[in-house]
């Protein structure tokens, strides 16, 4: 039995609790958060622990794990008290917003050689990982193009954006993950973004985009194209497409049931998408957290590592400078 420590109970702590509940080789024992009453409430539902500061919770004699779902900018000292405790560690997408910040994290962690996993939970959805085995199989040939969509269904409030570090680090930072799970040791070479507020005009104000592309070259000479939104009216949109020399791949939208519906006003209807990323993506947070699990008990290789979360964040921060510049970045890993 793995025994975890939660930090953080908001919208994302709250799924991650009811999936280690769930698992059965893991408990939760411990939970964290600075607002206690949010913590009070995952504690009474689940029956573990209400740690009174972070330190408590994580170097527990108990636990072997923690799952860091708390505020970006706590992750890096959450990951280093984790590291210095021996525990495993699941963190929540990113690492930081500041380069130089998950740099020096590194620097302070890698002599304890942690078991360290960034959740970026996209590579776990059956569909995606599906497509991105038959393209390392070989099933397509030559990989030549790799189509990315990924549309929110509604914009955040302000506050949320004024914290989020802009779409490029916030929303399309999974893409640039997935992008590099696709294309495996096919670096990324040069990235072009261009960005729109079309949405809501929250996003001048928080110098950011609501619409975006972004173009990327790899070293193979693969390009890949990522789209953004952050409004979809019809849903969670969520497609990825993968072109190469003798074939495609798609990994489609998940409706809510794949009844087809015909009457006399209608030929051809389903019911709407997935509403939003819990409903879309849980069945690969519950994918996730089991192969983190194994990865601890049989001492296996990480599936996403600390590297890759820094990666992830080196091409979002170039999107961001494309954009800004309205030239090519190549970024420097």
């Given amino acids: 039995m793995i025994n975890f420590t939660l930090l953080g109970t908001g919208r994302i702590g709250k799924l991650h609790a009811s999936i280690i509940n769930d698992h059965p080789e893991a408990s939760l024992k411990y939970v964290y958060d600075i607002d206690t009453s949010s913590a009070k409430k995952i504690a009474k539902?689940?029956?573990?622990?209400?740690?009174?500061?972070?330190?408590?919770?994580?170097?527990?004699?108990?636990?072997?794990?923690?799952?860091?779902?708390?505020?970006?900018?706590?992750?890096?000292?959450?990951?280093?008290?984790?590291?210095?405790?021996?525990?495993?560690?699941?963190?929540?997408?990113?690492?930081?917003?500041?380069?130089?910040?998950?740099?020096?994290?590194w620097q302070k962690i890698k002599k304890y050689k942690p078991t360290i996993q960034i959740g970026f939970n996209r590579r776990f959805d059956p569909n995606h990982n599906k497509v991105q085995s038959e393209v390392l199989?070989?099933?397509?040939?030559?990989?030549?193009?790799?189509?990315?969509?990924?549309?929110d269904p509604s914009p955040p409030g302000i506050d949320y954006l004024k914290q989020s570090g802009g779409i490029f680090r916030?929303?399309?930072?999974?893409?640039?993950?997935?992008a590099r799970f696709i294309l495996n040791n096919d670096p990324i070479v040069e990235v072009f973004a261009q960005g729109s507020v079309n949405v809501s005009n929250d996003f001048k104000v928080t110098n950011d985009y609501d619409t975006t592309m972004c173009f990327m070259k790899s070293k193979k000479g693969v390009l890949v194209h990522i789209n953004n939104s952050r409004r979809a009216v019809y849903g969670y949109d969520q497609r990825l497409e993968v072109f190469g020399?003798?074939?495609?791949?798609?990994?489609?939208?998940?409706?809510?049931?794949?009844?087809?519906?015909?009457?006399?006003?209608?030929?051809?209807?389903?019911?709407?998408?997935?509403?939003?990323?819990?409903?879309?993506?849980?069945?690969?947070?519950?994918?996730?957290?089991?192969?983190?699990?194994?990865?601890i008990k049989n001492k296996k290789n990480i599936s996403v590592?600390?590297?890759?979360?820094?990666?992830?964040?080196?091409?979002?921060?170039?999107?961001?400078?494309?954009?800004?510049?309205n030239k090519v970045v190549k970024p420097k890993f």
């Fill in 137 to 151: 199989s070989g099933k397509i040939g030559k990989i030549e193009m790799i189509v990315i969509t990924s549309r």
């Fill in 305 to 325: 590592t600390f590297e890759d979360g820094k990666n992830a964040l080196i091409l979002a921060n170039s999107a961001t400078k494309s954009a800004k510049l």
């Fill in 170 to 178: 916030d929303c399309s930072i999974h893409d640039f993950d997935l």
């Fill in 245 to 295: 020399s003798n074939g495609m791949l798609i990994s489609d939208n998940v409706p809510n049931n794949d009844i087809n519906y015909y009457n006399q006003n209608l030929s051809f209807a389903k019911k709407p998408i997935k509403n939003f990323f819990i409903e879309r993506y849980k069945d690969a947070y519950q994918i996730q957290l089991d192969q983190f699990i194994k990865s």
């Fill in 45 to 105: 539902k689940y029956s573990c622990e209400v740690a009174k500061t972070a330190k408590e919770a994580i170097s527990s004699d108990q636990i072997n794990a923690i799952l860091i779902a708390s505020a970006t900018p706590t992750h890096t000292d959450y990951i280093s008290l984790g590291a210095e405790c021996n525990k495993a560690i699941l963190c929540e997408k990113p690492i930081d917003l500041d380069i130089n910040k998950v740099n020096k994290c």
